[in-house]
């Protein structure tokens, strides 16, 4: 198995949950569990390093990231700052074109069944609301701190409970974004980001 490969695997177990926050991944086990040698798993984890899948911890071993309620608070609030900044300063902008793109995303986001596509669906939709803010920095620190919340999206597979829940919050975002009114707008995407802290932190249960 090459590297994409290994990471593509290891990854599936991390948002699964099969490998939970906390578990230090070894390079000797893993290579034995591929069949591979040792520089094709370090180049893996790295790039799930890199991806914020992992943490290096201080003895230099690497871990299963993992986020506690308090610090899965705390991501949540400076989400929200960052990306009410983004979507008030995009809502008088944003076209009806971007937002039947955003419709369509929604829709596509409800069927999908792999977690990592699901991923792409929501980044995509949320930079469409948000890609006419006119600062690329704050787009990139919000590309930056979406990347630690990407297990919620192993807590809402298609058939779930949280899916519809998931297609629901979207659509008053949009909304809200359609009727250029920035309260509603900014109540929309609080309560998404708060039930996005919930599936954070049900590390392991159901939706």
């Known amino acids: 198995m090459d590297t994409n490969?290994?990471?593509t695997s290891l990854r599936r177990d991390i948002e699964a949950g099969y490998l939970s926050a906390g578990t230090v991944l070894k390079q000797e086990q893993l290579a034995e569990r591929f069949g591979v040698s040792r520089q094709p798993i370090r180049q893996a984890l790295d790039r799930l390093l890199a991806s914020g899948l992992l943490v290096r911890r201080p003895d230099r071993s690497l871990a299963v990231s993992g986020l506690d309620e308090v610090q899965a608070r705390e991501l949540a609030e400076v989400r929200l700052?960052?990306?009410t900044t983004a979507l008030l300063a995009s809502i008088e902008a944003l076209t009806e074109s971007d937002?039947?793109?955003?419709?369509?995303?929604?829709e596509d986001l409800l069927d999908e069944e792999d977690p990592q596509q699901l991923e792409e669906l929501d980044l995509a939709f949320?930079?469409?609301l948000y890609g006419r803010c006119g600062n690329a920095r704050l787009l990139e620190m919000i590309d930056t701190f979406r990347r630690e919340s990407r297990r919620a999206y192993a807590r809402q597979p298609k058939g779930s409970e949280a899916r519809?829940?998931?297609y629901r919050e979207h659509q008053?975002?949009?909304e809200a974004c359609a009727q250029r009114d920035?309260?509603?707008?900014r109540q929309a995407?609080?309560?998404?980001?708060q039930l996005t802290t919930a599936r954070l932190t049900c590390e392991g249960e159901e939706e």
């Open 5 to 7: 490969g290994i990471i």
């Open 81 to 83: 700052s960052l990306e």
């Open 99 to 106: 937002l039947r793109k955003a419709r369509r995303l929604n």
């Open 126 to 128: 949320h930079r469409t």
């Open 164 to 166: 519809p829940t998931l």
């Open 172 to 174: 008053a975002i949009i």
């Open 182 to 185: 920035a309260d509603l707008a």
């Open 189 to 193: 995407l609080s309560q998404h980001l």
